[in-house]
């Protein structure tokens, strides 16, 4: 088995997946915990407003109601099971697990349903919606909770299962960033086998060790158990060698591929199989994100709601502001939103007036020149009411103003002024397909601590990718990152 000093205090292969089965059990009991309350609590609900008729001389209703509730649970348990909640490739994925888990209710209830009418148990379809509705909310919050558990116990590393990347050197660093900002996965990067020829005569900057090339690794697996091997970028293996890799892994390993797809949504990508061939096909892009007449109708309802309920920060605000320096209370700048046009974007003002006079100098000092995301570090001329403003985002509300005339989206790449975009390459200019957001995918996912090639990457995989429930999801990742006032800019 692979062993490495450097982690000594890490759980083994084997004890890893001995705790990760642990916890199965434990969601699944907390499942059925929920199921027999709901399904007793159906059953005793018809019993008591006369909709159950169920019982005979040859067995007693008591026994027939034991074994109705215990049918019903088992069979909602194996529903639950079948739609493969409790499988590592699901358990914990957040949306994916809470759709089938989902699934499986409605479906349960359907067959609930029916077998009701042959049983002659009569459930009026307000209490049979009712139940449904409590169902899901039940079981929603149970995994929910079961899930923050997981990826906080996985970030800590006594869930996870111990994990090597194959690839080459720039593959694997690639692969490694972006899995250890996933800790639902479950995985713990341990170490590599790199591709490169001369990655071992000079030791790569890699945050794990490497364990050797590629040609050691169907050797190091077969004397492992219970480890997952994450194939990158430029492995340098065929067909051939994944299928013995996969077999060799055992029914306690993983093998996950990281093929050049990590910026294309799943939504986009269909499996296709015939006779032998597995073809993966890529969906076009969505860049119709901008014109979403569902997109636009939430934007304007959802801003006028905002600005009503915040008539106390418009009222306290302005005066702070113009007491601290008797400047301007709001800051107004040119930036280039949609298709490349300009729009006047309004902020409470969180700097010194004439702020914009140094910003050249300052990027020079700190030699950002070059990169298309003008930000300062330490900014010198954020005010004291500023700073607090920037770290509670109240700065940002007045934008809610530009959502209502149209210039802006509640969520969208971030606007950037004319000097910014000049030295956008045409990938980047992509971005500009959709309308700047107050909010977007790259704040939710690191805000001001990202780099600008992590935070285009971002804006574009929400340009390319967009759905309401990716709104959905960023609105609520923004409303949590500032309440906990996570990363602000």
């Given at each position: 088995?692979?062993?490495?000093?450097?982690?000594?205090?890490?759980?083994?292969?084997?004890?890893?997946?001995?705790?990760?089965?642990?916890?199965?059990?434990?969601?699944?009991?907390?499942?059925?915990?929920?199921?027999?309350?709901?399904?007793?609590?159906?059953?005793?609900?018809?019993?008591?407003?006369?909709?159950?008729?169920?019982?005979?001389?040859?067995?007693?209703?008591?026994?027939?109601?034991?074994?109705?509730?215990?049918?019903?649970?088992?069979?909602?348990?194996?529903?639950?099971?079948?739609?493969?909640?409790?499988?590592?490739?699901?358990?914990?994925?957040?949306?994916?697990?809470?759709?089938?888990?989902?699934?499986?209710?409605?479906?349960?209830?359907?067959?609930?349903?029916?077998?009701?009418?042959?049983?002659?148990?009569?459930?009026?379809?307000?209490?049979?919606?009712?139940?449904?509705?409590?169902?899901?909310?039940?079981?929603?919050?149970?995994?929910?909770?079961?899930?923050?558990?997981?990826?906080?116990?996985?970030?800590?590393?006594?869930?996870?299962?111990?994990?090597?990347?194959?690839?080459?050197?720039?593959?694997?660093?690639?692969?490694?960033?972006?899995?250890?900002?996933?800790?639902?996965?479950?995985?713990?990067?341990?170490?590599?086998?790199?591709?490169?020829?001369?990655?071992?005569?000079?030791?790569?900057?890699?945050?794990?060790?490497?364990?050797?090339?590629?040609?050691?690794?169907?050797?190091?697996?077969?004397?492992?158990?219970?480890?997952?091997?994450?194939?990158?970028?430029?492995?340098?293996?065929?067909?051939?060698?994944?299928?013995?890799?996969?077999?060799?892994?055992?029914?306690?390993?993983?093998?996950?591929?990281?093929?050049?797809?990590?910026?294309?949504?799943s939504s986009r990508l269909w499996m296709r199989s015939a006779r032998g061939l597995s073809a993966i096909e890529i969906q076009q892009p969505r860049v119709d994100v901008a014109h979403s007449p569902l997109k636009r109708s939430t934007d304007i309802f959802a801003s006028v709601l905002i600005i009503i309920l915040l008539v106390p920060v418009w009222l306290i605000v302005p005066p702070l502001i113009w007491m601290q320096d008797r400047g301007p209370i709001l800051f107004r700048q040119t930036r280039i939103g949609l298709n490349g046009k300009p729009f006047q974007i309004w902020k409470f003002r969180s700097m010194r007036i004439n702020a914009d006079a140094e910003l050249?100098?300052?990027?020079?000092?700190?030699?950002?020149?070059?990169?298309?995301?003008?930000?300062?570090?330490?900014?010198?001329?954020?005010?004291?009411?500023?700073?607090?403003?920037?770290?509670?985002?109240?700065?940002?509300?007045?934008?809610?103003?530009?959502?209502?005339?149209?210039?802006?989206?509640?969520?969208?790449?971030?606007?950037?002024?004319?000097?910014?975009?000049?030295?956008?390459?045409?990938?980047?200019?992509?971005?500009?397909?959709?309308?700047?957001?107050?909010?977007?995918?790259?704040?939710?996912?690191?805000?001001?601590?990202?780099?600008?090639?992590?935070?285009?990457?971002?804006?574009?995989?929400?340009?390319?990718?967009?759905?309401?429930?990716?709104?959905?999801?960023?609105?609520?990742?923004?409303?949590?990152?500032?309440?906990?006032?996570?990363?602000?800019?």
């Open positions: 088995m692979i062993q490495s000093s450097s982690f000594s205090a890490v759980p083994t292969a084997s004890e890893a997946w001995r705790r990760r089965a642990f916890f199965r059990r434990g969601l699944r009991a907390g499942d059925l915990a929920i199921i027999l309350l709901v399904v007793a609590c159906v059953e005793r609900l018809c019993h008591v407003t006369g909709h159950e008729r169920i019982g005979s001389g040859v067995m007693p209703a008591l026994v027939t109601r034991a074994l109705l509730i215990a049918a019903v649970a088992v069979a909602w348990g194996l529903l639950l099971t079948k739609a493969d909640v409790y499988r590592d490739r699901v358990l914990g994925h957040g949306a994916t697990e809470y759709k089938r888990v989902v699934w499986a209710t409605v479906l349960e209830f359907a067959g609930f349903s029916i077998l009701g009418y042959m049983v002659g148990v009569r459930m009026p379809t307000a209490h049979l919606v009712a139940a449904l509705a409590i169902s899901i909310v039940a079981l929603l919050a149970w995994h929910w909770a079961a899930r923050r558990r997981l990826i906080r116990l996985a970030a800590a590393g006594s869930l996870a299962q111990p994990a090597y990347v194959v690839g080459s050197v720039g593959a694997v660093a690639s692969a490694i960033s972006e899995l250890t900002r996933q800790p639902g996965l479950g995985l713990q990067i341990r170490g590599a086998f790199v591709s490169d020829e001369a990655a071992l005569d000079a030791p790569p900057d890699l945050p794990v060790p490497v364990i050797g090339r590629v040609s050691s690794l169907q050797e190091t697996v077969e004397s492992s158990e219970g480890i997952a091997v994450v194939v990158a970028e430029d492995s340098g293996l065929t067909s051939a060698m994944i299928r013995r890799l996969s077999q060799s892994l055992g029914s306690e390993g993983r093998l996950i591929m990281l093929p050049p797809l990590l910026q294309i949504a050249a100098g300052l990027l020079r000092e700190q030699n950002r020149t070059d990169s298309p995301l003008f930000k300062v570090d330490n900014d010198p001329r954020i005010t004291r009411v500023g700073a607090f403003l920037r770290r509670t985002s109240i700065d940002e509300l007045p934008q809610l103003f530009n959502v209502l005339a149209g210039s802006m989206s509640l969520v969208g790449p971030r606007p950037q002024v004319a000097k910014e975009v000049a030295l956008y390459d045409e990938e980047a200019s992509r971005r500009l397909l959709a309308k700047p957001g107050i909010t977007g995918l790259w704040q939710v996912s690191g805000r001001s601590s990202l780099t600008w090639e992590e935070a285009i990457r971002l804006d574009l995989f929400y340009v390319e990718n967009w759905t309401p429930g990716m709104d959905l999801w960023i609105l609520l990742r923004t409303v949590k990152a500032v309440l906990l006032l996570d990363g602000s800019a």
